[in-house]
């Protein structure tokens, strides 16, 4: 049974692809058109469909669209159909004009939703037409609309290593939900209980992220790091605005930001104390908020085990205070925590549902996405008559360059799916020199509050971050032991923590030779990971890309498949 599973409706368009209960294939569809995040979460974007992730999906697996079985889509327009007054074909007069939380524009973006399969039939581009032209005349699939924030739900279920758990979800918005609740016992599913438009404690992120001057749905994370620099001196602000109820039940008020906190920050204008205070502040409640809504969460579902997914999910310092709350023995998130994520999980319940349930597959490694052969790679670098050497001890001879401090464009395998880059398409550095941080982030003209993260032998976690165990997907921080904390500044936040990625030999071999080998040359079994990217792009998909990337920032060296091409 052949599922694809496609997220479109917002933004981080992505698709997937399921086989008999095994994720073969996924990516989100920026890497592929070089726009970040595919598309902004406008009404007016709604009809594009990430065609060049569908149809690398369908390449990887030999297929052509007409080969589907199920197409699960992450959005069930029928949720809003029931609110939403629409009319085909669309008059203005058919738009709602009084409505407390909807765009005036709701109608047109569910139209499109509406239209979903037919716009995947007709609407591929002709540069990439070949898998999808023959749908029309010898599709045979069912297509299903899968409520968003179950598809989220399930992309932590179906993909944790847990037989059964409790799963809590929180985002911006679904169809109508924002943050939801269940249980899994291997066999079934239940919701526990929902949240709903207005109350949002992802969308009040995004209201503050805008407020501080960044680009909401998407800077988010930077307003997580500017928090450790600040005071939570507006904290009882924001717990006036959050109210947490029974059942899971928050409320989040509208307050007028100006007037609470100052003027908003223009885009681009000087850091000040102040945004400092308010991101730390906003931070420090998520927090409080998401342990005492997981807390309820344990008592409803009894489980030792919590999955995560949803956007906010990816806030690593909110996951490590849950995780350090106690209230679960394992917490996991799935990597692909954004709507991307959506895309795997609506095709892992599609296939679930029509198979009548049973795992044979949990996400050990987020490589799904796009390889490249060697032949391939050196008929490019050729073609460009680029210079590079292939050496004998691949992994040594990298290691020996980082440890001469040399940062290195790392591009091999299978590309990453989710926003991680956790060894196939990162840049990676050496941790020993306090000044590295500075470094990476003038390479990636990136804000200078923003940190960098380690990876490191999974097998020597402990020893280097304080209760560190697996984690393999950079979505936790932990504390830098203190008894190493001198020998890795580059990768200590200003908070003493770190966001780590472990690694163990069986994700990634050559990945993992290559810290080990760094070790042994300096006694450090640890490395800067960051994305292969620059600022504002997405990370590099094909050797092109790299290649790219690497003429046109100050990175040292590339690694690209066997071969290393230096500067
Ligand atoms: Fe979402």
Known sequence: MITLGINAVYHDSAACLVMDGRVVAAAEEERFTRIKHGKRPLPFTTWELPYHAIDYCL???????????????????????????????????????KQSWSSPWEPLSLAYTLNAERQ??????????????GAKKAKHWQWHFVEHHLAHEASAFLAAPFDESAVMTLDGRGELATTSYGRFDGARYQRLAEVQMPHSLG???????????????SDEYKVMALASYGEPV????????????????????????????GPARARGAPLEKRHFDIARSLQLVLEESAIELAAWLKRASGSDNLCMAGGVALNCVMNARIRDAGLYRNVWV???????????GAALWTDWRKRGGGRHWHMEHAFLGPEYPEAEIEEFLKRGKLNYTRPADFAGEVARLLA?????????????????????RSILASPLGADMQQRLNEIKDREDFRPVAP?????????????????????????????????IPAVRHVDGTARIQTIRRAQNPLYYDLIRAFGQRTGVPVLVNTSFNTRSEPIVC??????????TSPIDVLAIGPFVLRK
């Open 59 to 97: 390449g990887a697996a030999g297929l052509e669209l007409a080969d589907i079985d199920h197409v699960a889509y992450s959005f069930d327009p029928h949720k809003l159909l029931e609110t939403t007054t629409i009319q085909l074909p669309l008059e203005p007069s058919a738009f709602p004009t």
């Open 120 to 133: 995947l039939v007709d609407g591929a581009p002709h540069h990439i037409r070949k898998r999808f032209a």
């Open 203 to 217: 969308l009040l992120y995004e209201r503050i992220t805008d407020y501080l001057g960044f680009l909401h749905s």
């Open 234 to 261: 507006h904290a009882a602000a924001f717990r006036e605005m959050v109210s947490i109820q029974e059942h899971g039940n928050y409320t989040v008020a509208q307050p007028d930001l100006a007037a609470l906190f």
């Open 334 to 344: 799935q990597p692909a925590a954004g709507d991307a994520g959506t895309a795997l």
């Open 404 to 424: 001469e401090d040399k940062i290195v464009g790392w591009f091999q395998g299978r590309m990453e799916f989710g926003p991680r880059a956790l060894g196939g």
């Open 455 to 487: 990876v490191v032998l999974e097998e020597e976690a402990a020893s280097w971050f304080k209760d560190a165990r697996v984690s393999p997907f950079m979505l936790f921080v932990h504390e830098v032991a203190p008894q190493n904390a001198a020998r």
């Open 542 to 551: 094909t050797p092109r890309d790299a290649v790219e990337c690497f003429w």
